[in-house]
């Protein structure tokens, strides 16, 4: 008896659980049904938005059945009110639903980048389809839609070769600056804290446009050159940065991974230094109730390249070249802060931020003075290099070439 | 032909009675050789045997020559003597053979004749003697087929229980090594026996077998699969709970760790129980080899059981439902192999598991000397025209073929097909329900496999329940020097297997 109720009670519980079932196959989409977004576009036009996606054709892209007739990439242009319309209207021009799951790249153009970027990265964020690790990219002098029409060589995917540019160029160069959404985002929101994105421009003739003859050249007709920082006060553009300046910003962020640049030996011809580890420590001083910034830079670099004849394999020399090299570094952070804070005035180096983590009492003291808070904070640089190795020769046999 | 005839009780004094109900017994069927003899003046005698079960050579020359040579002088005058002491003379004097009993009642009598001896019934006498000299054509002693080894014994079972009871006897020279043998099935009267070391073994568990086996009632025992089926804990699991090999040493081995083994006359796979998840993913190679080696292939092995269990279903899924997972140049290489595919993934991945199965089976049951045209067929049609002509996609072929070849790593092939079967259900959740209906199905099996018993043993242990000292030996493979103990698992009445080995200074 006590058998029978307990199976009838298991059976019922079954029973209970089969609705779960109901829910299969939700959201169950073929590979083949969905056009991969690669690149993502928006540009101000008028009231209204265009939104511009990069699709890719896999069947270009795959190595065997590729039979390189077509483009790799097709790119689907839409003039909509709202920014999330266009996912509807994609329908209407393909056959399949339009994926934002591997979007790698959002560029934004100048023109919205100016008016504001808030309320399109709302839609960007709040869908669950896109993953968080893409780069934000604004096209200087350039609207989205043609910095994702033009085609690359290498890279058969644009959108893919921005990505990977922005990457290595960042970690290798320290002369961009990637932010993924998600940073962006919390950076917009943070107190004492602006925001600054990898610009992009179209170098060349832009009126090759999404054609193939771009790729028909070893010279490509119109290319993609990652340039510098873009400049946000708020969510605003307004200004750039050029690449000299991108690095001290890094330096001052404590981003760079590596980065190279010249220094002037004895007789004034250049030295090349590599810098292999860089660690930047960011400290906010309180002297006499007034913050102060200090920026500490330590740096192990190595020499790649001589055009001076100094003499390399004595001790003197490089302490004297580990001098100059840390009066560059200082100088590029000086300059680049110059330039922030002088000319934008727009806290992208977080020293707002830096301050309301550490001190908060004294944040909000100074945020008081409003926007101008930068201009009077007294912010100290400091930088100390090691030298590493100087190569597999010494001194540069350049001043012993024979007439 | 009388039914009505009782081939049992006591046999009689009248010989000729006896020889017509023998003969009667078995229909008169014409295997069954009778040889008359007549010994001294008037002694007569019938020997009885079945052509082929018998060593005919060491008939003719021990026991026919023994009788004819010396038989005549010792019954000079049989009148003086009662046929009792006439075949206690017999027995004792003068036959050349070493295992003969006397019997008495006819049902022992028959069965004796058809396991192989001879039967010698005399004029006047109610009991008949039982020569045992079975000899019949038998496989030899050979490698090991479903389990080999690179280095390790090449000796394997065979199909006659007594060499393999010897195998097992030359490897554990042991006076507690017991052997118990029983008759199973009413018509077959197979020989089963049970061995095991009466100073290791839980004896809980030699009753429990004998109770099972004694349960057993069945008309007939072809195979140890028989057997296995009649006594595990549960059939409502695809997994195996009793272990089987024909390799000796792995069988000694389990005898050595306290387990008993249970051996088949008439099959080369040996049973051996309680027996434990991890066990089946145990080699006896991991043994001979080097520790290190050996605790990596034991990983490569749990590595391989979730290839072989995951990979479609996880394939499907993640191609069907997850797609930010994928890398985003693999996922636009797989939508360029789809481009032409004209079926939705799971499908594709059921068609491919299909063909394999398919194709395997063929190629177990296909004659041997046409299974290369079906191999050829099977690796052209599976591997290169399914892709070309469009049906499936070239990472599908990947998929299928990386499966089947881990479904091959683990050792045991019982373990491997339950790996396949749930493969086909993971692949179904993975369908309806992506990684979210891959983790429910894991969930599910983890439940059931925490929920098996191997003879009253928890199948999962040493992990759960959790015994540290058996994963020296289980997940792992210590060095011999450190296994020092027998596995708990199987709860030993002697855990110490060996003392601490010092080691040479050098």
């Keep these: 008896m006590m058998k029978t109720l307990k199976s009838t009670l298991c059976g019922f519980m079954l029973i209970l659980l ?42 270009e892209i795959a190595t065997t059945t590729s039979k390189g ?56 964020t709040r869908s669950r ?31 893919n070769r921005l990505f990977y540019s922005l990457q290595t160029s960042s970690e290798s160069t320290a002369r961009t600056s990637p932010v993924t959404i998600d940073k962006l985002i919390a950076r917009l929101v943070a107190e004492g804290r602006n925001v600054a994105l990898s610009s992009v421009e179209i170098v060349g003739d832009r009126s090759v446009n999404g054609s193939v003859k771009n790729l028909e050249s070893t010279v490509p007709k119109a290319s993609l050159k990652i340039h510098g920082l873009a400049v946000f006060k708020k969510d605003k553009l307004i200004g750039w940065l050029n690449e000299e300046e991108t690095i001290g910003y890094n330096y001052i962020m404590g981003e760079v991974k590596s980065s190279a640049g010249p220094v002037k030996g004895e007789d004034g011809k250049p030295i090349v230094m590599e810098a292999l580890r860089t660690s930047t420590k960011r400290k906010v001083k309180i002297i006499d109730g007034e913050p102060n910034i200090y920026i500490s830079v330590r740096a192990t670099v190595n020499i790649q390249a001589s055009q001076s004849t100094d003499k390399l394999d ?23 802060a110059d330039q922030i804070i002088e000319k934008y005035n727009s806290d992208i180096l977080g020293f707002g931020q830096l301050i309301y983590q550490s001190h908060p009492k004294v944040w909000e003291k100074l945020k008081e003075q409003k926007e101008n808070y930068l201009k009077t904070l007294p912010v100290h640089y400091q930088a100390s290099v090691h030298i590493n190795r100087i190569g597999l020769i010494d001194k540069s046999f350049q001043g012993d070439i024979k007439e | 032909m009388d039914n009505t005839i009782k081939f049992e009780g006591q046999l009689s004094a009248c010989l000729q009675e006896n020889e017509t109900l023998l003969q009667q017994a078995l229909g008169g069927s014409t295997d069954l050789v009778k040889k008359k003899l007549i010994l001294g003046t008037n002694l007569e005698m019938s020997l009885f045997f079945i052509d082929g079960l018998v060593d005919t050579s060491t008939l003719h020359n021990s026991i026919l020559y023994s009788l004819t040579e010396r038989g005549f002088s010792a019954f000079d005058e049989p009148e003086k003597m009662d046929p009792a002491q006439k075949l206690q003379i017999l027995k004792d004097c ?25 039967i010698l019934l005399m004029e006047g006498a109610n009991t008949a003697l039982r020569i045992a000299l079975p000899g019949w054509e038998d496989r030899n002693v050979s490698e090991p087929s479903s389990q080999s080894v690179v280095r390790g014994p090449m000796e394997g079972f065979t199909e006659r229980l007594r060499t393999n009871t010897a195998l097992i006897r030359r490897k554990i020279k042991d006076r507690h090594l017991w052997l118990e043998t029983f008759q199973i099935g009413k018509v077959t009267q197979t020989d089963v026996a049970i061995m095991y070391l009466d100073n290791i073994v839980n004896a809980e568990i030699v009753a429990e077998v004998k109770r099972r086996l004694a349960k057993i009632d069945t008309d007939s025992i072809l195979e140890s699969g028989y057997i296995e089926e009649f006594i595990q804990d549960t059939a409502a699991t695809p997994f195996p709970t009793i272990y089987n090999s024909d390799r000796p040493d792995t069988i000694a081995a389990g005898i050595l760790e306290g387990k008993v083994a249970i051996l088949v006359d008439g099959t080369p796979f040996v049973l051996l129980v309680p027996s434990f998840f991890l066990n089946f993913f145990q080699s006896a190679e991991d043994y001979y080899q080097r520790a290190d080696i050996a605790t990596l292939l034991r990983f490569i092995r749990f590595l391989a059981l979730f290839i072989a269990m995951l990979a479609p279903a996880l394939y499907v899924a993640i191609t069907t439902y997850h797609q930010e997972m994928i890398p985003t140049t693999l996922v636009i290489s797989l939508a360029a192999q789809r481009e032409a595919v004209p079926f939705p993934a799971f499908v594709e991945a059921m068609l491919m598991e299909v063909i394999y199965e398919v194709l395997r089976e063929a190629g177990v049951r296909i004659p041997k000397n046409i299974g290369q045209a079906i191999s050829i067929v ?25 499966t089947a070849i881990s479904s091959f790593v683990i050792p045991e092939t019982g373990m491997s097909i339950a790996v396949r079967i749930i493969r086909f259900a993971l692949m179904g959740l993975a369908a309806f329900m992506g990684l979210f ?38 997940v792992f493979r210590f060095p011999w020097p450190k296994l020092t103990t027998r596995p708990k698992q199987t709860e030993p009445d002697d855990v110490i297997r060996q003392g601490q080995t010092e080691r040479e200074e050098s």
């Excluded at chain 1, 896109?130 to 995917?157: H, N």
């Excluded at chain 2, 003969?100 to 028959?110: F, N, Q, V």
């Excluded at chain 2, 049609?381 to 599908?396: D, L, R, T």
């Excluded at chain 2, 496999?449 to 000292?469: K, N, V």
Aim: negative net charge.
């Design chain 1, 18 to 59: 089969l609705p779960a079932l109901l829910s299969g196959c939700w959201e169950r989409r073929e590979l083949n049904e969905l056009a991969f977004v690669l690149g993502y576009g928006l540009d101000k036009e008028g009231d209204q938005y265009k939104v511009t996606m990069q699709v890719v054709v896999p069947a």
């Design chain 1, 69 to 124: 007739g077509g483009t790799p990439v097709t790119v689907y242009e839409f003039k909509v009110p709202t920014v999330f319309e266009a996912l509807h209207k994609f329908t209407l021009m393909s056959s399949r639903s339009s994926y934002l799951g591997h979007i790698r790249v959002l560029v934004l153009g100048e023109e919205l980048a100016r008016a504001g970027i808030g309320p399109v990265l709302d839609v960007i």
């Design chain 1, 129 to 159: 389809e896109p993953r968080t690790d893409f780069f934000i990219i604004v096209a200087r002098d350039a609207k989205a839609s043609q910095v994702l029409r033009i085609l690359t060589p290498l890279d058969k995917l644009p959108a």
């Design chain 1, 314 to 336: 004595d001790d003197q020399v490089i302490r004297e070249l580990e001098k100059k090299a840390e009066e560059r570094i200082i100088y590029l952070m000086e300059n680049a």
């Design chain 2, 94 to 118: 003068i036959l050349m053979a070493g295992d003969i009993t006397e019997i008495a009642d006819y049902d022992k009598l028959l069965h004796e004749l058809l396991s192989g001896c001879i």
């Design chain 2, 378 to 402: 099977g690796t052209l049609v599976i591997g290169q025209a399914a892709v070309e002509a469009g049906f499936i996609s070239s990472a599908m072929v990947i998929i299928v073929s990386v």
């Design chain 2, 437 to 474: 209906g891959i983790l429910f199905g894991l969930f599910i099996i983890v439940l059931h496999l925490a929920g098996l018993r191997s003879f009253g043993m928890p199948y999962m242990s040493p992990i759960g329940p959790y015994i540290q000292s058996d994963l020296k030996d289980s």
